[in-house]
């Protein structure tokens, strides 16, 4: 499994400081997910319309409602359109 950094990088993320802000952000999500009872997943947008799930984190607090592991999962196409309106809006 690679690091999220070498993630980030195939991602959109390129600059050290994005890539830098974002490990600090999924450092502090364990609480976040633990109060929220819910998983909290990290997509970057791929260069070719596709997203790419880069970090995941599950509550300690309650079951998860992913019970396989998202990290490495790309979604493209109709599956995308959800992450591409996110992201314009």
């Known amino acids: 499994?690679?690091?999220?950094?070498e993630r980030l990088t195939?991602?959109?993320a390129s600059s050290p400081v994005q890539i830098d802000h974002c490990r600090r952000l999924v450092a502090d999500w364990q609480l976040l997910a633990d109060l929220?009872?819910?998983d909290l997943t990290l997509w970057v947008p791929l260069a070719e319309e596709a997203w790419w799930c880069v970090a995941q984190v599950r509550p300690l607090t309650?079951?998860?409602?992913r019970p396989e592991d998202l990290v490495g999962i790309e979604?493209?196409?109709p599956e995308a359109?959800?992450?591409?309106a996110a992201y314009r809006e």
């Open 62 to 65: 309650a079951p998860t409602s």
């Open 10 to 12: 195939r991602g959109s």
């Open 36 to 38: 929220s009872f819910a």
């Open 1 to 5: 499994m690679s690091s999220l950094s």
């Open 81 to 84: 359109r959800p992450f591409q």
């Open 75 to 77: 979604v493209a196409g």
